[in-house]
């Protein structure tokens, strides 16, 4: 008879309190559990909600391209789905990049850390983002960093690399944004190098006061982190 597709199971779900082993919840979903990483796992959907395939069009890897244009580049490749909840860690430092991951919805929080507790926020990742497009194809694919989500849930679109690859390599747009995207992670590291090591604090602070200015577009930036998470991120 008729059943609800696999998006639906996926979006009506609660979070249950995480087992610490594997959980089957449908045919569909499964609670997983890795190195007390816990989150919610969809596999392929047969079809694509429209409110995914809107994130998708506003993503940087995806720009440019048409929901009917992405559905069918991603109809190609296997996928899955994840939704990491509030405060949670996705992923730890030295966790192999195995996979393309995609940022649907929520805000990631990328912070390194040392043995001696010091930790450095490198940068918070919203929805759109591509995580650690540049070890996607590294011989080294240990990420240096940490990844939490930050105030809510965090739903993600996971390809296998060999899945990525194909993708790249069928598509001509996906292609040109995945170079831009590394492009632009090299302007990034370079701007934060400068800021970190060579300018000063009063500077670095207005730095970022009139980079969010103008990313908001008013002189009335809302700061939506704590005390804490900004002298990190300094």
Not at 7 to 17: A, G, I, K, M, Q
Not at 124 to 152: C, E, H, M
Request: proline fraction near 5%; aromatic fraction near 8%; include cysteine.
């Amino acid at each position: 008879g008729d059943q609800d597709g696999p998006t639906e199971l996926f979006s009506d779900l609660v979070l249950p309190d995480f087992a610490p082993q594997k959980q089957r919840i449908s045919p569909f979903v499964s609670i997983a559990r890795e190195r007390n990483v816990a989150y919610l796992c969809c596999l392929k959907p047969t079809y694509m909600d429209p409110l995914i395939l809107d994130s998708l069009q506003k993503s940087t890897l995806f720009a440019g391209m048409s929901s009917v244009e992405i559905e069918a580049a991603l109809h190609v490749v296997d996928f899955s789905m994840k939704e990491i909840p509030a405060k949670r860690v996705y992923s730890y430092q030295g966790k192999l990049c195995d996979e393309a991951v995609v940022i649907l919805q929520g805000e990631l929080m990328a912070r390194m850390s040392e043995a001696n507790n010091r930790a450095l926020t490198v940068d918070y990742l919203k929805s759109g983002s591509l995580i650690a497009p540049a070890f996607l194809f590294a011989q080294d694919k240990a990420t240096p960093v940490d990844l939490k989500a930050v105030n809510g849930d965090v739903l993600l679109l996971c390809m296998p690399i060999a899945g990525f690859r194909k993708l790249i390599d069928r598509n001509r747009t996906v292609r040109r944004n995945f170079l831009q995207l590394l492009s632009a992670i090299n302007l990034f590291l370079l701007h934060k190098i400068k800021t970190i090591y060579l300018a000063p604090l009063r500077q670095r602070l207005a730095q970022y006061l009139l980079l969010m200015a103008r990313k908001h577009g008013s002189n009335t930036i809302p700061l939506r982190h704590s005390r804490q998470e900004l002298a990190d991120f300094f």
